[in-house]
C-alpha cells in the first residue's frame, strides 16, 4: 500500500511539473498583456499585476484614447492584420474543405488508373521546406501580378491545404459504410445527389474536423505571409507581430495581440481534440453496423 | 475535382522548383537585372563557403536536440497520461495547448520569456536567488538550444499523443505477467513497453526530425539567425543570401542541397521503417 501511495505522489507531481511547462508561457504572456508597459519592467517581477488593464486590447481593438499617433500605429497594424487574417483564413477553410471532401471521397470509394501515384504526388508536395522554394514562388506571383492581394495567400493556402486535408478524409471516407450509398443509388439518386443527401450527413463530423484544421493552418502560417503579403495592405497578423520586435517595441501591446493570435487555434484545436474522439465513434459504429 | 488540384499542386510546386534549377545554375547580376550562365559554379562555392559548410552542423546540432527533446519529454508526458489518476483528461487537454499554439506565436511567447530584460525565466531564477543579475539566454552558446527548446515546447505535443496512442494499445495482461515473473518498473519498461511502442517512437522521431529541418519561423522570430551567425541554419542561410545579399543563385544551390540531406534522410527513415515492419 505504501508503494502504491508513493507511486501516486510521483504521478502528482510530474503531471504538475508537465502542466506547468505546457501553460506557464502562455499564461506569462497573457499577464504581460494585462499590465502597463512600465510595470513589466520590475525587479523583481510581479507575477500578477498591481493594476491589471484591459487597456492594450481595448488598444487594438480601436476602443482607447490615444495620445499619440505615432505609438497608436502599432495597435492599427495589430487590428488590420487581424482583420486580413480573418478574411484570408475563412475562404480557405470553406473551399479547401469542399475541395478536400470531394477528393477524399474520390480517393476513398473509387479506384482509378494511377491512383497511388497521384496520391503519391499529393502528399510529396508537402515534403518540401517552404523556404527552398520561396522565391521563385515570389516570382510567379509578382509576374501575374498578385502579390500584396488577398488573392495571393488564398490561393496559396487551398492549394498546400487540400492534400493534408484529403489525406485525412480518404481515411474517413472509406470507413463510412457503402451500403447506404448502394441503396440511395439502386432507389434512383443520381451519384452527386446520393453524395449530398447520405454520405454528406454521415460525413459531418468529419468534415467539420477538416474545416477547423484548414482554418488553423492558414491562419497560423509564417513564411507565405511573410512574403506574400508583408508590408502590403494586406499583411496577416503573424508577419504584422514580427515585425513588431523593434527599438520601439511595445512588449505588452505585443504580448495581447499575440495572445489574440493563438486563441482561435488554441480553441479549435481542443474543438478538434473532441472530434477526434467523435470519429472514433463512428468508426466503432459503422464497423460494428457492417 | 482530384485533376485540377494537382495541377495547381504541380503549378505551384513544379514551376518554382524548375526556376530554382535555372537559378541555381546562374548568377544574378543585381545591377543590371539578368541571369548569367554560370553552369554548376554556385553548387560548388555553396560547398566551399564556410557560411554554407558551417550551417550544416547548426542545422543538426538544432535538430538533434529537438528530436532529443521532443521524443524523451513525449515519452514521458505518454507515461504519465496512460497512468490512471484523477484530473488526467484535464491534464491531456492541458497538455495538447502548445500544439494549437503555432510555430510563430510560440516564437514570440519564448521570446518574451527569454528577455534579458523583462523575460519571466530571468524574473523567476532571480526571485528564487539562483542567479544575482539578468542573464543574456540567447547568448552566442545557449542561443540555438533556447531555440530547440521553443520549438519542442510546440511540437512535443504531438509526439505525445502518438505515443498514448500506442502505449494504449499494449496488453494490460503482459504487464502483469512480466509483475509476476519478478521485474521491476525499469525492466518492464525497458522489455516490456519498450519494444511495443518502437514503431510509434520511430514515427515521431521521423515526424521530429522533418520538421526540425525545416524550421524557419522559431529562427525569424526569436533570433533573426544570430547573435552573429549563432544559430543561421540551413533555412535562415537561404533566407539570408537571399533576402540580405541577393545571391539567388548561391541560395538555390543551398536549397537543393537541404532538400537532398531531407531526402536522404527520409530514405533512411524509410527503410529503418519497413525492416522494423518485417523484423515483427
Not at chain 1, 100 to 129: D, V, W
Not at chain 1, 136 to 148: A, E, N
Amino acid at each position: 500500500l505504501k508503494r502504491l501511495s508513493k507511486r501516486k505522489v510521483i504521478t502528482y507531481f510530474v503531471a504538475l511539473v508537465v502542466a506547468a511547462w505546457s501553460i506557464a508561457p502562455i499564461l506569462w504572456t497573457f499577464v504581460m498583456s494585462i499590465s502597463y508597459e512600465r510595470e513589466i519592467f520590475s525587479v523583481p517581477t510581479h507575477w500578477i499585476p498591481e493594476q491589471p488593464t484591459s487597456y492594450n486590447y481595448a488598444r487594438i481593438f480601436g476602443l482607447a484614447y490615444e495620445a499619440t499617433t505615432v505609438v497608436s500605429g502599432q495597435a492599427v497594424q495589430i487590428r488590420q492584420g487581424l482583420v486580413n487574417s480573418l478574411l484570408i483564413a475563412t475562404p480557405v477553410a470553406v473551399v479547401a474543405t469542399l475541395l478536400a471532401s470531394l477528393a477524399g471521397y474520390a480517393f476513398g470509394r473509387y479506384t482509378f488508373r494511377f491512383k497511388n501515384a497521384t496520391l503519391f504526388a499529393f502528399l510529396s508536395t508537402r515534403m518540401l521546406p517552404p523556404i527552398t522554394i520561396i522565391i521563385p514562388y515570389y516570382f510567379v506571383f509578382s509576374q501575374i501580378r498578385l502579390v500584396g492581394t488577398y488573392q495571393s495567400l488564398i490561393i496559396t493556402y487551398v492549394a498546400a491545404i487540400v492534400p493534408v486535408l484529403t489525406w485525412i478524409l480518404l481515411g474517413f471516407f472509406a470507413t463510412l459504410p457503402i451500403e447506404i450509398e448502394r441503396a440511395a443509388r439502386v432507389d434512383g439518386c443520381s451519384r452527386l445527389r446520393a453524395l449530398r443527401t447520405v454520405i454528406l450527413p454521415m460525413a459531418a463530423p468529419g468534415i467539420a474536423a477538416v474545416g477547423i484544421l484548414a482554418f488553423c493552418l492558414s491562419w497560423n502560417e509564417f513564411l507565405f505571409a511573410l512574403i506574400l503579403s508583408g508590408g502590403t495592405s494586406v499583411e496577416t497578423l503573424p508577419p504584422v507581430i514580427s515585425g513588431l520586435f523593434t527599438h520601439a517595441a511595445q512588449y505588452t501591446l505585443m504580448s495581447a495581440a499575440v495572445i489574440l493570435s493563438i486563441i482561435p487555434t488554441v480553441v479549435l484545436s481542443l474543438i478538434f481534440q473532441k472530434y477526434i474522439t467523435q470519429l472514433r465513434i463512428v468508426d466503432a459504429v459503422s464497423v460494428r453496423a457492417e | 475535382v482530384i485533376l485540377p488540384i494537382l495541377a495547381l499542386n504541380i503549378a505551384l510546386i513544379g514551376y518554382p522548383l524548375l526556376y530554382l534549377l535555372y537559378m541555381s545554375l546562374n548568377d544574378y547580376d543585381v545591377i543590371r537585372g539578368k541571369m548569367n550562365f554560370v553552369g554548376l559554379k554556385n553548387y560548388l562555392d555553396a560547398i566551399q563557403d564556410p557560411a554554407t559548410v558551417g550551417a550544416i552542423p547548426r542545422t543538426i546540432l538544432f535538430s538533434a536536440t529537438v528530436v532529443a527533446a521532443s521524443v524523451l519529454l513525449g515519452l514521458a508526458m505518454a507515461l504519465l497520461l496512460n497512468e490512471d489518476f484523477r484530473g488526467r483528461s484535464v491534464l491531456r487537454t492541458i497538455v495538447l495547448v502548445p500544439w494549437g499554439v503555432s510555430e510563430f506565436a510560440t516564437s514570440a511567447i519564448w521570446r518574451f520569456i527569454l528577455s534579458d530584460s523583462f523575460g519571466s525565466l530571468n524574473g523567476l531564477l532571480y526571485a528564487l536567488g539562483l542567479i544575482k543579475n539578468y542573464q543574456l539566454w540567447l547568448s552566442e552558446q545557449m542561443a540555438i538550444f533556447w531555440v530547440a527548446a521553443a520549438f519542442a515546447w510546440h511540437f512535443t505535443p504531438l509526439g505525445a499523443f502518438f505515443l498514448l496512442a500506442s502505449l494504449q494499445t499494449i496488453p494490460q495482461d503482459i504487464h502483469k505477467a512480466a509483475k509476476v515473473d519478478g521485474a521491476g518498473p525499469f525492466r518492464r519498461f525497458w522489455n516490456v513497453t519498450l519494444p511495443h511502442i518502437r514503431y510509434a517512437v520511430l514515427i515521431v522521431l521521423v515526424l521530429a526530425t522533418m520538421e526540425a529541418f525545416r524550421a524557419f519561423d522559431v529562427f525569424y522570430v526569436m533570433t533573426g539567425g544570430g547573435p552573429g551567425v549563432a544559430t543561421e541554419v540551413l533555412t535562415f542561410h537561404i533566407y539570408r543570401q537571399e533576402f540580405y545579399y541577393f545571391n539567388l543563385g548561391g541560395a538555390a544551390a543551398t536549397s537543393y542541397i537541404l532538400t537532398l540531406i531531407i531526402l536522404v534522410l527520409a530514405a533512411v527513415y524509410f527503410v529503418m521503417l519497413t525492416r522494423r515492419r518485417r523484423g515483427r
